[in-house]
Structure formats: C-alpha cells, structure tokens
C-alpha cells in the first residue's frame, strides 16, 4: 500500500499545528544545509520534519516522502527502521572530521570529551541499525 493511503491523525489545534509546521520547515532547512556541511547531520532532522508534517499537513508530509533525493531515506527508515551504508559512512565520516576540528580549536579537554561521548552514543545508535531491509522468503513467512 502506498504511504499517501494512510490516514493520519492531524492536530486540531490550530496553534500546536501551526507550530509543528515551524518545527517541520525548520528540520527541512536544517537538514537541507547539513547535506552541504560537514559535521551536520541531514537524516535526522528530515526524519523530525516528517514526524512533524505527518501531524500537522498531509501535503507536506507526501511531498517530503516522495522527495527525489531524500523520499528513499525516509521510507526506509519508516518502514524498516533503516539507515543505507552510504548515510552511515558519511555520518560517521562527518561526526569524526568534526570532533578532530573541535578537540583542535578548544582550549581544555571537558567540552571535547562531552563532544566525544555523544558522537561516540550517536554512533552507536547510527551503527547498530540495521543497514538494508530485511527480505521475506516463503520460510520466513
């Protein structure tokens, strides 16, 4: 079934759906810019400005899921829980060129080790995911 079929709930209010369209748009340009920045990620903040579309415009969220460049990432990850190889390689390539600049620019060592430490659970997380949707075959089934 395609995903433009599904129903989904949108607020009635007209302030919290005017503010998830600010947070959705938001996400948009953030994740737009971290396509083209080193040490920004793109996947998560498209991932927030779907969640957020999903509850504030179907219109917007159709146009997000079926976006040429960044519809596939988003249908993985919500239908599989997927991230590709290729967005794991560049987040773990971004967040390591950006913690060597961070530890070089900054005086002292606790800011960098914090930094550090959330890369290296962001890591973790990106990492563990699974890289490719799982096939079902007759004896899975």
């Given amino acids: 079934m395609a995903d433009t079929e599904h129903n989904h709930m949108i607020v009635q209010s007209r302030t919290r759906r ?9 996400n948009v340009v953030l994740g737009t810019i971290g396509a083209v920045v080193p040490g920004m990620p ?9 969640w957020a579309f999903t509850q ?4 917007m ?11 596939a990432t988003l249908q993985a990850w919500e239908h599989h ?6 967005a794991k390689c560049l ?23 914090t930094v550090g430490g959330i890369m ?6 990106i990492l563990t995911r699974p890289s490719h949707a799982l096939v079902e075959t007759a004896s899975n089934k």
């Fill in 91 to 113: 987040a773990m390539m971004t967040m390591t060129v950006s913690l060597v600049i961070f530890i070089i620019l900054a005086s002292g060592w606790m800011l960098p080790v």
């Fill in 56 to 59: 504030s415009s179907p219109r």
């Fill in 61 to 71: 969220r159709i146009w997000l899921w079926n976006h040429p460049r960044y519809g």
């Fill in 120 to 125: 290296f659970v962001v890591s973790a997380f």
């Fill in 42 to 50: 793109t996947t998560v903040f498209l991932i927030i400005a779907f």
């Fill in 18 to 26: 005017y503010a998830l369209l600010v947070c959705g748009w938001s």
């Fill in 81 to 86: 829980r997927v991230i590709p190889p290729r």
